[in-house]
Structure formats: structure tokens, C-alpha cells
């Protein structure tokens, strides 16, 4: 199967800080991403739609200046949580479709754990 | 918006027995069922998906069933293991795109 990939795994940061996420497409290319934010012992909640070449559709209640979004390329989307604090303290994760907005199954990322002080 | 219900939320079983977790959608242009079974601190695992224009699918240990007149489809594990022991996600997309709304998960666990 399709590979994806995140960095880091694990961050620490301190309330007000911005932090990035990366997530690639290692063997395919992905004009569509997907981010999720997990809190512990509940699912796995949309956050945005990362779409290569024009800007991320966000899910409502998710507040599109905090939560950065760049789809630079076809292999890369970065989420940048901007004046972080201890409540998005989560497990972020992303994940690519393979065949594009055409197809279903998607790929995910190994998450990115972020701890904020 | 889509909303997906899942049950139970914990489920117990002994190993070697049975275990079936059971999902609702709302949005009757559902097309796509995935479940994922999540170890602690780890990325979703898709363990089995079906597609709206089958019934039941099956993968050695693991059937997944759907019923589109009642819009809900569950989860079957047969001989369970301890290994089987995790979290477990139903999914679905709605529409004609690929957008997954989860289930609130099961937290399987399997005794010895």
C-alpha cells in the first residue's frame, strides 16, 4: 500500500508557540489531504481538507487562522498550529487518498503527538 | 452534517469467541465503509471496507456486513485473539468524495 509520512512524531512546545507538521506522500502523489486531531480515549475528528493549489476547506468550529494549512506540493501538505496552547495539546493526524478525489480508501499518516506546556 | 454511531463503546470477550461492534450513518449517500483498528499511539489500521453496492464481505476472521435499507453495517470477529485487542473505528464517506466521519470507536479487549 501507499506509504505516508509525518514529522515530527512528537513535539513539545510552549503555550504561545507556533508549531509545524509535515506530512508526505512517499510513492504517490496526493492533491488532497486530510487532517484529523484526536484527543485521548475519543475518535478521530476532521479538522481541515488540504487541497494542492488552493486553500484548505476547514470543518466548522475549526478556526482556519490557527490551524494553518499549506499544500505546497503534490507530495506535501504542513499544518501549522499557530499560538499554541494546552488545550490543543493532541494527536494530529493526517492522511492522503491514493487515487486521488476519486477514490476512497486513504492512507494515514503516523501522527504527530503534540504536547503544549 | 454525517453522523456515525457505533456500539457498543466497550466490548469484552473471551479468546476464541465472537465479537461484533455495530455501526449507524445518517447520510443515505454513503458509499464507502471502512474499519480501522487503532493500537495505543498509532496511526488507524484498515483491517476491511465494503462498498455500498455489496451486501457482506469477508476477509479470514474478519465480515463485514451492510444493510442500506436500515443504514448501518457492523463489524464481525470471529476466533478472537488477544492481538485483536484494540480500538476499532467504523467509518464512512459521503457523497462523491472521500471525506471520512469516524464512529466514536469500541475498545475491544480479549481475555485469555
Known amino acids: 500500500g501507499a506509504v505516508v509520512s509525518q514529522h515530527p512524531s512528537w513535539v513539545i512546545c510552549k503555550s504561545g508557540t507556533s508549531v509545524k507538521i509535515e506530512c508526505r506522500s512517499l510513492?504517490?502523489?496526493?492533491?488532497?489531504m486530510f487532517w484529523y486531531r484526536q484527543f485521548p480515549k475519543q475518535s478521530l475528528m476532521l479538522m481541515a481538507t488540504?487541497?494542492?493549489?488552493?486553500?484548505?476547506?476547514?470543518e466548522q468550529g475549526v478556526e482556519k487562522d490557527k490551524f494553518l494549512i499549506n499544500h505546497a506540493s503534490l507530495t506535501l501538505s504542513t499544518l501549522t498550529v499557530t499560538s499554541a496552547h494546552p488545550e490543543d495539546s493532541s494527536f494530529y493526524i493526517c492522511?492522503?487518498?491514493?487515487?486521488?478525489?476519486?477514490?476512497?480508501?486513504?492512507?494515514f499518516g503516523p501522527g504527530t503527538r503534540l504536547t503544549v506546556l | 452534517g454525517e453522523n456515525v454511531e457505533q456500539h457498543p463503546s466497550t466490548l469484552s470477550v473471551q479468546e476464541g469467541d465472537s465479537a461484533v461492534i455495530k455501526c449507524t450513518y445518517s447520510?443515505?449517500?454513503?458509499?464507502?465503509f471502512p474499519w480501522y483498528k487503532q493500537e495505543l499511539g498509532k496511526r488507524p489500521q484498515l483491517i476491511i471496507d465494503?462498498?455500498?453496492?455489496?451486501g457482506e464481505k469477508k476477509d479470514q476472521r474478519i465480515a463485514v456486513t451492510l444493510n442500506k435499507t436500515a443504514k448501518h453495517f457492523s463489524l464481525h470477529i470471529t476466533e478472537t485473539q488477544p492481538e485483536d485487542s484494540a480500538v476499532y473505528f467504523c467509518?464512512?464517506?459521503?457523497?462523491?468524495?472521500?471525506?471520512?466521519?469516524f464512529g466514536t470507536g469500541t475498545q475491544l479487549k480479549v481475555e485469555l
Open positions: 492522511s492522503a487518498p491514493q487515487g486521488g478525489s476519486s477514490s476512497n480508501e486513504q492512507f
Open positions: 510513492d504517490f502523489q496526493a492533491t488532497t
Open positions: 488540504s487541497n494542492e493549489g488552493s486553500k484548505a476547506t476547514y
Open positions: 447520510d443515505s449517500a454513503s458509499n464507502y
Open positions: 465494503i462498498r455500498s453496492n455489496v
Open positions: 467509518a464512512d464517506t459521503t457523497g462523491g468524495g472521500n471525506k471520512l466521519t
